[in-house]
């Protein structure tokens, strides 16, 4: 495997359900990140981690949780989500943490449905 | 106002053409600026970086940078069909903790 992957690339589920969404990167990066693109909507950040610390939280409701076990995995856990979740969910990684010159690279999404 | 602005296009381009894109940027603070490419149902790829005003060219792609006006654009030379994609901007904007805000797109299209 190469750059970043994740898994699964699609997903539905109720709302009652509780699933997980898993990123992986193979580029010795030492950032990660899950962003949410919508349908007319820019990207939005929700989670950014440096070197396995959470250092952002952007305001995301708690139904998302995020975990990042070590540098290189990235999961994020889903519980009673609404219709409105429906998106494509990235993860990117970066090989510095946050900062101005720091280039991010992402891998190719799951597309998540909620009914 | 936005933070990161685009015209959404379509952007309509004939084959062979130049395609002129176009960002502008809220925060006078940003230091870099990318250019990724996003194919229809595929994730954003990054093409081009930025950090001083002038020009940077990479193969048929220049990005042309202005931190005086806040505008940073991409022109892709002779365009193919396969460039038929959603162009997206995104600043770091130190106002944002140095943190990547991406603009809305710009879809071009490339007619043969």
């Known amino acids: 495997e190469t750059g970043v992957t994740q898994t699964p690339r699609h997903l539905v589920m109720g709302m009652t359900n509780k699933k997980s969404l898993k990123c992986e990167q193979h580029?010795?990066?030492?950032?990660m990140y899950w962003y949410k693109q919508s349908a007319k909507k820019p990207l939005e950040l929700m989670f950014v981690?440096?070197?396995?610390?959470?250092?952002e939280n952007n305001s995301v409701p708690s139904r998302f949780s995020p975990e990042c076990p070590n540098s290189s995995h990235l999961f994020l856990h889903l519980h009673t989500l609404q219709p409105e979740d429906s998106a494509l969910y990235l993860c990117?990684?970066?090989?510095?943490?946050?900062?101005?010159?720091?280039?991010?690279?992402f891998g190719p999404g799951t597309r998540l449905t909620v009914l | 106002q936005k933070e990161v602005e685009q015209n959404s296009g379509p952007l309509s381009v004939p084959e062979g053409a130049i395609a002129s894109l176009n960002c502008t940027y809220s925060?006078?603070?940003?230091?870099?600026f990318f250019w990724y490419r996003q194919y229809s149902g595929k994730s954003p790829e990054l093409i081009m970086s930025?950090?001083?005003?002038g020009d940077k060219e990479d193969g048929r792609f220049t990005a042309q940078l202005n931190k005086a006006s806040q505008y940073v654009s991409l022109l892709i030379r002779d365009s193919q069909p396969s460039d038929s994609a959603t162009y997206l901007c995104?600043?770091?904007?130190?106002?944002?903790?140095?943190?990547?805000?991406f603009g809305g797109g710009t879809r071009v299209l490339v007619k043969p």
């Open positions: 990117a990684s970066s090989q510095d943490p946050p900062g101005a010159y720091n280039e991010q690279f």
């Open positions: 580029l010795g990066h030492n950032a």
């Open positions: 981690y440096s070197l396995e610390e959470r250092v």
């Open positions: 925060d006078r603070g940003s230091q870099s």
């Open positions: 930025i950090y001083s005003n």
């Open positions: 995104a600043v770091n904007a130190e106002a944002a903790g140095n943190k990547l805000t």
